[in-house]
Structures are given as structure tokens and as C-alpha cells.
């Protein structure tokens, strides 16, 4: 079975169908683009896979192991991290902090094992030094340690964007869903963001799902993709594959 999968996945909202009958699969150390118009129901396939949403139909398996149905903070736990595409970081907490909080809401040490003692130290303060060294690790790998001690609010957009994935990475996920990185960035940023996921996903062995609006960055970056129109799948394979495809280019560039 795959590493990663989802069945038939349907998520309706009173009347409105957001995705129907969606399936695809997803293999380790890949990067699979999730593209499609606005509203094609991209960001509830990712809220459906992380528990957000309970799918109205169908199935997510992780490793072998069925999570549709689980709570968010289960499928976090399981190793499922993602950002949104709309910030969401404590904004008066330094980026440090935030990369912190993110773990600890991860990773908590329940009171009494916490009080143990190992080798003179108690475990909670052995693992709060082992979270500030990974933590430390994660701010380089992403060129955040300028910015550890400024509150987040302060930063600029991009940066921002670059702190949330720091702080999903933190918690160590094996599956990354990023929706729309490159939301508010500039070229630069755009490109940099390209090779630091391409990166992220050699160094770390990490999957990732990638929902982005950016045509190059998703294709570019990609093994697979597959492409949404009105909640339905209706194109997937390589990147070269889906760019031919008379469906998506219909898609995009409309009938006329
Ligand atoms: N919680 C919700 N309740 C009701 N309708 C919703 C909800 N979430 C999404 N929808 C609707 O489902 C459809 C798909 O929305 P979704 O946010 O998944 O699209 P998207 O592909 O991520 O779009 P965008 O590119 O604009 O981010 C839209 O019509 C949206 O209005
Ligand atoms: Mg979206």
C-alpha cells in the first residue's frame, strides 16, 4: 500500500458539493501538487486530510493505517503537520516561541513522567533541552535565526510564511501540507521557496503536499499533481503529463 492515500473523498457542505469522489496516492520522499482554480476545493482536501473536517465520504490511510475520522490533534500526533493558507501564529510571541509552542502542544510530557529522574535531570528537563536544540536546527535549515527573538507580528509577510513552515516542521511531521507558500511573496522569496522545499524533502526524507496557485512553483517542484476543478479530480499524473492535458487547460485558460 502506499505511503500515503486518499479514497473517494467527498466533502459535501449543506448543498454544496466542495470535493467529489477524489483519490490519489502518495509515495515517501515526494512531492505531490494539489492545483486547480479558486474553489476547487484544494484547502478542504487538506482540511479533511488533518481532521478539520470529517469527510461526508471516503477514506485517508497513512502508512497503512486508516486516520479519516480521527481528531486533528490525533493525526498531528501520527505525524501529519500543515500551514495555512492563512497565517496562523501567535503573533506577540517571538518566532522562537512560536517554533516552541508549536512542539510542546505536539509533545507534552505527561506531569509525572515529566518528574522522573534520568542521569540527575528530570526527563522535562532534559527533553526542554533537546526541543530548544531541534527547534535551533529548524530556525537554520530555514534561515530564521536573525529573526528567533522578534515577535512575529513585526515580520515581514514572507517571513511569516517561512515561520509557520518552521513551526509544522518542528513538530517533526513525516507528511508536510503546505497550502499556498508562496501566497504574498516576491520572486525572490518565491524561488528561494522552491529550493528550500526541494531541500527539506532530501535532507529530511520528508513527503510533502503542496497546494499552491503559483503554475511554475507547483510543476516545478512536483513528482506528481494532481489538478481540481468544482471539487472534482480531473487530471493527474507528472508534471508534464498534466500540463498537456486538454482538461486542464480548458481549466485554466477557459473554453474560448
Ligand atoms: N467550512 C465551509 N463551509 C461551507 N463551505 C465551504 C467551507 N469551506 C469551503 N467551502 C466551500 O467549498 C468550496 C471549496 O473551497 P476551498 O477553500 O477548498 O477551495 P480552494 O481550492 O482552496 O480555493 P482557493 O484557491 O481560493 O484557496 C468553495 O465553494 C468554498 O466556498
Ligand atoms: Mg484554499
Known amino acids: ?68 475520522g480521527w481528531s486533528c490533534h490525533h493525526i498531528a500526533r501520527r505525524g501529519i503537520a500543515r500551514t495555512f493558507q492563512n497565517i496562523e501564529l501567535f503573533g506577540n510571541e517571538s518566532t522562537i516561541d512560536n517554533l516552541m509552542l508549536g512542539r510542546h502542544q505536539h ?11 534520568v542521569n540527575g535531570r528530570t526527563k522535562a528537563a532534559r527533553d526542554e533541552g533537546e526541543n530548544r536544540e531541534r527547534v535551533q536546527h529548524i530556525l537554520e535549515l530555514l534561515d530564521l535565526d536573525g529573526v528567533r527573538e522578534r515577535p512575529v507580528r513585526e515580520l515581514p509577510y514572507g517571513t511569516q510564511k517561512r515561520v509557520e513552515l518552521a513551526r ?7 507528511l508536510l501540507l503546505v497550502d499556498e507558500p508562496s501566497a504574498g511573496m ?28 503559483h503554475l511554475q512553483l507547483a510543476m516545478g517542484l512536483a513528482d506528481r499533481v494532481l489538478v481540481l476543478n468544482f471539487g472534482k479530480p480531473i487530471a493527474q499524473g507528472t508534471p508534464e503529463e498534466v500540463r498537456r492535458h486538454p482538461e486542464v487547460i480548458k481549466a485554466y485558460l477557459g473554453d474560448g
Open 186 to 213: 516576491n520572486a525572490q522569496e518565491r524561488t528561494e521557496l522552491g529550493e528550500r522545499l526541494g531541500r527539506l524533502r532530501a535532507d529530511l526524507d520528508l513527503t510533502i503536499l503542496l497546494i499552491e496557485h
Open 168 to 174: 509544522a516542521l518542528a513538530m517533526e511531521p513525516k
Open 1 to 68: 500500500m502506499a505511503f500515503f492515500a486518499v479514497e473517494g473523498l467527498t466533502m459535501r457542505f449543506g448543498g454544496l458539493t466542495a470535493l467529489d469522489n477524489v483519490s490519489f496516492e502518495v509515495e515517501r520522499a515526494t512531492i505531490f501538487s494539489v492545483i486547480g482554480p479558486n474553489g476547487s476545493g484544494k484547502s478542504t482536501a487538506f482540511n479533511c486530510i488533518n481532521g478539520i473536517h470529517r469527510p461526508t465520504a471516503g477514506e485517508v490511510h497513512f502508512e497503512g493505517e486508516r486516520i479519516s
Open 107 to 117: 509533545m507534552t510530557t505527561g506531569v509525572w513522567q515529566g518528574l522522573a529522574m
